[in-house]
């Protein structure tokens, strides 16, 4: 068997929340203005008396569930001020399973002839370099911003994953291209990553981020450059569902895409999350790892996936969070995670 490295866990991309934050008004106009310098968001503008409001709720809820002894902790991230219903209408609904006229079974099911693996390990993280004895899989994390493209930055990291460990060339790929050539999926108003992969393929491969950077909107039509490196591959291959042992020798061979219910992990700021999280599949992301939490307390340990995000690195866990794995009496996995699995092939 390989040696494994594993990574050390990202730190929490958050800013702390204390009793005194809370104590006044002029404290809290205080950690809202840490937070949006901390995030380097203009709060100078004319709804900042009502987003204000929204954020001083959103402190409060966070801090107090934080007082408590879930294995995770939420934050005031990104969507810190910012309701439920408005991070929905902005960033939510970006996968569209149905958007290929409802015929999702393109892709084969694996049927372990391409990830069944005897040595399954105990942890993987393809981020690390000398995982498996092979470069990282992994580029940065990215933010998709104002466009649904979840299902874009999925589709490229996933192949950007494959393709490094067949070359060990990590070459950061075009979510623009796709975005804007992909014709079966739409844009900036959702896909999925099983017509990206697709599209990929029948179109001799995927340009480069640098050829075609991210704009965060539809350009109305297709600027692949004449001159452009193209990655290929030769199709894509679905996890059978609700199937945790055939996600993980998936996961143990390459990054895999999967599509979750993004409602419960919105302010998660870092460590295992166990929930509440349904199984409304509204959003992609990508599996580049798994392992489990190294308490010493055996009843404490908690199983989990190392999923990377596209809402950006001060998110979660610089970009990523880890979810629980092997949750008892959810055949589906947690936040439908088993349900809906893929990944392309290259020979």
């Not at 589906?332 to 995670?337: A, D, K, V």
């Amino acid at each position: 068997m390989a040696i494994v490295l594993v990574a050390a866990m990202p730190a929490v991309s958050s800013i702390d929340i204390t009793d005194r934050d809370l104590g006044s008004e002029e404290s809290m106009w205080a950690l809202y203005e840490r937070w949006c310098e901390h995030l380097n968001v203009d709060c100078d503008h004319g709804d900042k008396a009502r987003r204000f409001n929204v954020f001083k709720e959103n402190a409060r809820m966070i801090h107090e569930f934080n007082q408590g002894d879930a294995p995770y902790k939420l934050s005031l991230n990104l969507f810190g001020d910012m309701t439920d219903e408005e991070v929905d209408h902005v960033y939510g609904h970006c996968s569209n399973l149905t958007s290929d006229g409802g015929n999702r079974h393109q892709g084969k099911f694996t049927h372990g002839v391409v990830v069944a693996r005897d040595d399954l390990p105990m942890y993987v993280d393809w981020r690390m370099m000398g995982y498996d004895q092979r470069p990282s899989a992994v580029t940065s994390v990215k933010r998709k911003i104002g466009c649904r493209a979840c299902w874009a930055f999925a589709a490229t990291a996933a192949v950007e994953g494959i393709n490094s460990i067949r070359t060990r060339k990590l070459i950061p790929l075009s979510a623009q291209q796709l975005v804007d050539c992909d014709k079966k999926n739409f844009g900036c108003r959702g896909g999925n990553a099983q017509l990206a992969f697709k599209y990929i393929k029948e179109n001799g491969g995927i340009t480069s981020d640098a050829n075609y950077p991210y704009v965060a909107f539809e350009q109305g039509r297709c600027l692949v450059p004449k001159k452009n490196p193209i990655i290929t591959i030769d199709g894509f291959k679905r996890v059978p569902p609700n199937d945790e042992l055939a996600l993980m020798q998936a996961v143990a061979s390459q990054p895999v895409v999967v599509v979750v219910d993004p409602n419960g992990f919105r302010r998660y700021g870092g460590g295992v999350f166990v929930g509440p999280c349904g199984t409304n599949l509204t959003h992609e992301m990508i599996v580049v790892g798994y392992g489990t939490t190294d308490e010493h307390d055996l009843k404490r340990r908690v199983d989990y996936w190392i999923i990377k995000n596209s809402w950006g690195a001060k998110w979660g866990e610089d970009g990523y969070i880890r979810m629980a794995r092997g949750v008892s009496g959810l055949t589906e996995g947690l936040c439908g995670i088993l349900m809906e699995a893929s990944y392309p092939v290259k020979n």
